[in-house]
């Protein structure tokens, strides 16, 4: 007996002496002094946004879209003649506050969330329109000098919200019954309900409908022809249907009645996203833009100047792209607005599946991703691209366009499109949402490729299994440093662990300067949705062990401002966005 | 002894029990890894420094004004500080600016366009084809004079044209020579984005009309807080005043009465769409205003 005890008393012993030599650390990661400088980078950015931001205007708890660097003062949209506006858009500031929330969940600390309900508090309570939008979004924004509700695109600009998928978790915690208002004003001011038309414009004049979804849900837009293939109407009297509109009135459809547990406002938002699915090209898988096109409405004589784009005259790429026949319709292009379809668009489709149960979402989103990356996805000098074509595949490459138009100048040579990071994440999720591994293998394959060719290296088999990740690698990637912790959280391979923390590193070396992040040292504005410091937070996160779906969750970063302003050269009107003309100055454009 | 061995096996097995409930390993040299003592406080002093008041640079505005005879330039090239409107759908030669030489030596610009296209905004507005404009600053003072001379060709083909000073993109005050050489004066406009109306500020018609193969010289002042522009002409040092009256409603913030005054910062000089032809300019001069 006393020999039996004996042998099996060495037995656990050397049972348990194997791993615990490794499980020292097993209840946590080792949290470094590297993780924390990374930590401490995104606290002195989110310390100087709320300082400077609210020390422009000690009147309101606002605070700017983005910081000029050099000035530490607003960034300012500036009008033909002039008039310069500080503004506050707050559709434009959801990753900021993500972040915000986001860092109290990781400090510990309730003072940044407080923070956020704070600012989240006064515009709700003070910028919501009688008929319950918000004053936010494209083309309007609050004058940080005023307080007033500033338009940019007119006396009377619309409500416009394009993959700016609000922070509702939030909101509904600061005001649950202005959100909610909110959510179903958004249905009736930009889905005609009597005519199927979808207007990523809505008015601020349109009453507020208590019975919003009390319609019932009518048959398909979307029909298909003898052979199979959809019928697109061409009668949207300038209602377009743009997806990226069509993905917000989805989003906050599914919102409301996850939150309501009334499920009409979801069965109304399967129902637009299906025209879309309805819409995609059988053959190939790729989907559209927008599931209508537009009416002519406009004379021939207004409409002869191929430069008044107005889409009263017509499709518009119709009129630019007619030498490709019907397919060249703007539903159709695959080579521009592609980030609104096959990554905002996507993340909305699997955030719906994943949260809300709408499990055949996941499949769609399979289908786009598989038939874009089968037929667009090229890697041409070592850098992943797209290859500009038509969703059935017809290919726009080398086309020299005759004439000024909606896309852009006369003889503008169609080009190869860069596939910006941004795709990293939706292919991720897509993959990580499929219930078997036959359904994953292809998305696999091109994921594989396209992360190599973005120097991080060999992700290795289905799974996680065998990478070899370029340890050293040198992007600076919000979007990559997500999709290694994402990786890593469904895996537990410590080696995608290792590649974010690169990648981390990287961020905040290259992106953090005079106090901010911004997208590069020589940029001037830093601007508040910025991805990097939320993607820095799940990734310090991750480190301390807190489940990544006690986070923020990434979606978009979207937000825009568009309207008449003045050009750069300081002479001439133009029309046009944040991104385009405010966001692209850099510290040497600063007079 | 048997008690003693049960005893420590029963140590070992709840702590085996225990492991088992824990993560795999995860780090790739948890040797080389120390734990940060700010882990757990993350801002406590010691381990967040915030950051000091940072090194921000004035936004008071620098002021400077022109003075442009064109003496200094190359002839036959473009004038250095002036910006001549162009698009990738202008023809090659569709708008000129280039430094010519006068019979007694004087330098002066001869500006050619050809009508055909325009800046793509404001839309549905007459927006020009020709537009030629160096800046200045008088964001303080908020009140200055500009002085431009105009020659109209006989020579070439002449076309219609404007001179004046325009606060970014829209018009402050002008004048504006037409085809027929009659002298109008502009005040405000275009202002299309907030109106839709096509707005293209409002013209008044003078008593005066050029002739051509003279140089003109005219005035424009402005003073934000008198609220007043004007625009002489010079003929033979006689100064005649052409118009006054207040600021256009396109040069006040929102084109809302209310609004603040946006006072000049471009002397431009522009030739219409649908037109055709030469104008020649010379001294262009912008200086404070006085008391």
């Known amino acids: 007996m006393k020999k039996m005890l004996s042998i099996l008393l ?38 100087n946004v709320l300082k400077y931001g609210h020390e422009y205007n000690e009147d309101t708890k606002l605070i700017p879209d983005a910081i000029n660097t050099l000035t530490g003062e607003p960034a300012r949209w ?25 860092l109290s969940n990781v400090t510990g600390s309730d003072k940044y969330k407080n923070e956020a309900v704070d600012i989240m508090g006064e515009f709700m309570t003070n910028y919501q329109s009688p008929n319950g939008l918000f004053y936010w979004g ?6 940080l000098d005023t307080l007033e509700v500033q338009s940019t695109e007119g006396p009377n600009g619309p409500h416009e919200l394009k993959n700016m998928m609000p922070f509702y978790e939030l909101m509904m915690e600061v005001d649950e019954e202005r959100t909610l208002k909110f959510m179903r004003q958004l249905w009736t001011a930009h889905f005609y309900w009597s005519t199927t ?20 849900i009518p048959g398909d837009v979307i029909v298909m022809d003898n052979d199979g293939n959809p019928i697109i109407p061409q009668d949207s009297p300038g209602l377009l249907p743009f997806v990226n509109s069509a993905t917000d009135l989805a989003y906050a459809a599914f919102a409301l009645s996850n939150h309501t547990f009334d499920t009409v406002p979801a069965e109304w938002a399967k129902y637009l996203m299906r025209q879309y699915n309805l819409a995609s090209n059988p053959i190939t898988g790729m989907t559209v833009y927008q599931f209508k096109s537009t009416l002519v409405s406009k004379s021939p004589i207004e409409c002869s100047d191929p430069a008044y784009t107005n889409s009263g005259c017509g499709d518009r790429v119709a009129r630019q792209f007619r030498d490709f026949g019907v397919i060249a319709r703007e539903p159709n292009v695959a080579w521009k607005n592609t980030q609104a379809i096959y990554v905002d668009n996507i993340l909305m489709l699997l955030e719906a599946a994943d949260k809300y149960g709408v499990s055949h979402f996941a499949d769609w989103a399979r289908d786009y991703m598989e038939g874009y990356l089968e037929y667009a996805y090229i890697r041409v000098d070592g850098r992943n691209k797209i290859i500009p074509m038509f969703i059935d595949g017809t290919v726009t490459y080398g086309y020299v366009v005759p004439e000024v138009g909606y896309f852009g100048p006369s003889n503008m040579r169609i080009d190869y499109v860069d596939m910006p990071t941004t795709y990293l994440l939706p292919i991720l999720r897509t993959i990580l949402q499929q219930d078997n591994d036959a359904d994953k293998e292809k998305l696999w394959s091109y994921f594989r490729d396209i992360v190599y060719t973005f120097g991080i290296g060999d992700i290795g088999e289905l799974g996680g299994a065998t990478p070899n990740l370029n340890i050293d690698t040198s992007i600076d990637d919000p979007f990559a440093l997500m999709t290694m912790v994402e990786l890593y959280d469904e895996t537990k391979n410590p080696a995608y662990l290792e590649v974010a923390r690169t990648i981390g590193n990287n961020i905040v070396r290259e992106k953090f300067h005079r106090g901010f992040f911004v997208q590069s040292e020589i940029m001037l504005y830093s601007r508040l949705d910025q991805p990097d410091t939320l993607a820095l937070l799940t990734l310090d996160a991750v480190l301390r062990g807190i489940d990544l779906d006690d986070m923020p969750f990434y979606l978009a970063d979207s937000g825009y401002i568009h309207g008449y ?3 750069d050269d300081g002479v001439v009107e133009d029309r046009s966005y944040t991104q385009n003309v405010i966001y692209t100055k850099t510290i040497f454009d600063w007079e | 002894m048997k008690k003693r061995y049960i005893f420590v096996l029963l140590i070992l097995l709840f702590m085996l029990i225990g492991c088992t409930e824990g993560e795999p390993v995860e780090d790739s040299n948890p040797t080389e890894m120390t734990m940060s003592e700010c882990r757990d406080t993350p801002l406590a002093v010691g381990c967040y420094i915030p950051s000091t008041d940072l090194d921000h640079i004035s936004t008071v505005p620098v002021e400077y004004l022109i003075d442009e005879n064109f003496d200094t330039e190359r002839i036959n090239q473009a004038p250095r500080n002036w910006l001549l409107y162009k698009n990738e759908e202008y023809k090659a030669d569709g708008v000129k600016a280039m430094i010519a030489e006068a019979d007694g030596g004087n330098l002066f610009v001869k500006m050619y366009s050809d009508g055909l296209r325009a800046p793509a905004f404001p839309q549905s507005a007459p927006t020009p084809t020709f537009i030629f404009t160096t800046k200045f600053n008088l964001d303080i003072d908020r009140k200055g004079i500009a002085y431009g001379s105009i020659w109209i060709p006989s020579e070439v083909p002449s076309n219609s044209i404007s001179l004046g000073v325009s606060t970014g993109a829209v018009n402050t005050i002008s004048v504006v020579i037409g085809s027929d050489l009659k002298v109008n004066v502009k005040v405000g406009g275009p202002f299309f984005y907030y109106s839709g109306s096509g707005d293209g500020g409002t013209e008044y018609q003078t008593a005066f009309t050029l002739t051509k193969d003279l140089w003109y010289d005219f005035r424009f002042e402005w003073d934000a807080s008198l609220n007043e522009v004007k625009a002489f002409i010079i003929i033979d040092n006689v100064e005649s005043l052409l118009y006054s009256g207040e600021f256009h409603i396109s040069n006040k913030v929102n084109a809302e009465e209310s609004g603040a ?11 219409p769409r649908y037109m055709s032809g030469w104008a020649y300019l010379d001294n262009v001069k912008v200086e404070r205003k006085g008391e």
């Open chain 1, 10 to 47: 060495i037995l656990l012993t050397g049972l348990l002496t194997l791993p615990a030599l490794n499980l020292k650390a097993a209840d946590t990661l080792v949290y470094t002094d590297s993780d924390y400088a990374r930590l401490h980078a995104v606290i002195q950015h989110v310390d």
């Open chain 1, 78 to 102: 500036t009008f033909p003649n002039r008039a310069q506006v500080p503004y506050a858009d707050i559709a434009n500031q959801q990753n900021f506050f993500r972040t915000l929330v986001a």
């Open chain 1, 138 to 143: 494209g083309h309007r924004a609050i004058n």
């Open chain 1, 197 to 216: 038309d979808m207007n990523r414009h809505g008015s601020y004049s349109t009453a507020y409908d208590t019975n919003v979804f009390g319609q019932s």
């Open chain 1, 565 to 567: 302003l003045l050009s």
């Open chain 2, 261 to 271: 005054i946006l006072v000049p910062n471009v002397f431009k000089v522009t030739m």
